[in-house]
């Protein structure tokens, strides 16, 4: 397993215009590839979350119309619609993005998906799953 380190830091402007590191927080460790592309998810796309519910809509890095439907709850269950958590059944980019999206207070809770906008539904088998660009 990759282990990967992010170190958060402040940088405060001081009157005589030299900056002053402050605030180095313990470094956050990452579990993989898919956490780190979680976290940008969190901060670059929408993730909502339907009122009083589980289910969850991320939106595609790829077209801005197309939400993963996901149903998460850690102490139950875990579920994505992309490829990668259902043929591989591993934690995705997705669920990982729902995480850090709630820890840093940027989910939106909505009584909808917007209009205009699709769920992710394609069928795709293990052998149709050809783009591997994890490392393992």
Not at 26 to 43: F, H, I, S, V, W
Not at 62 to 82: A, H, L, M
Request: some cysteine; glycine content about 6%.
């Amino acid at each position: 397993m990759q282990t990967v380190q992010v170190e958060h830091k402040k940088i405060l402007k001081t009157t005589s215009n030299q900056k002053q590191v402050v605030g180095n927080t313990q470094p956050e460790e990452l579990e993989n590839k898919r956490e780190g592309k979680g976290m940008d998810l969190a901060t670059s796309r929408d993730i909502y979350r339907l009122l009083n519910s589980d289910v969850y809509y991320v939106q595609s890095e790829r077209s801005d119309d197309i939400y993963y439907y996901v149903k998460y709850n850690p102490s139950v269950f875990e579920y994505c619609s992309c490829p990668d958590n259902s043929i591989r059944g591993q934690t995705c980019k997705h669920i990982f993005g729902i995480i850090h999206a709630i820890k840093k207070g940027t989910l939106q809770d909505i009584e909808k998906l917007p209009l205009g906008t699709q769920r992710y539904s394609q069928k795709i088998t293990a052998k149709d799953w050809r783009n591997d660009e994890y490392d393992f």
